[in-house]
């Protein structure tokens, strides 16, 4: 059974990106979080075909996590429909693992 979770976010400005990243690091919602810049977002909207300038959030989490982090993004994203896409890591580096599980207050494997 997976352990560990990876999140992949967007969001449209550094400082959303900054605000987003610091408080699921503050509340151990995440045990660390990867952010890339100058990422280009092309998707429907309302009908339209649009692109946009995005930044990328990786976040690693444990699995138990995976909805409460959800749940909270929601709540702190300026997006009306965020993009929140979670991966269950099955296998991997155990001590990284194990450490994922550790920053984000679960029991080690």
């Known amino acids: 059974m997976p352990k ?3 999140e992949f976010i967007t969001v449209d400005k550094k400082t959303n990106a900054q605000k987003i990243i610091s408080e ?3 509340n151990n919602l995440a045990a660390c979080v990867n952010c ?3 990422i280009e977002s092309t998707y429907w909207w309302k009908g339209k075909i649009e692109k946009s300038g995005e930044f990328l959030l990786i ?3 444990a699995k138990s996590k995976v909805k409460k982090l ?3 993004v929601k709540k702190i ?3 009306t429909i965020p993009e929140i896409i979670a991966f269950d890591i099955n296998t991997g580096n155990k001590d ?3 450490w994922v599980i550790k920053e984000t ?4 494997l």
Do not use: A, D, E, R
Not at 105 to 108: E, K, V, Y
């Open 96 to 98: 990284y693992i194990n």
């Open 77 to 79: 994203h300026p997006y």
């Open 24 to 26: 699921l690091l503050k």
């Open 105 to 108: 207050g679960n029991n080690i």
């Open 59 to 61: 976040i690693k989490t």
């Open 36 to 38: 890339v810049k100058n």
């Open 70 to 72: 959800i749940n909270y």
């Open 4 to 6: 560990i979770s990876v």
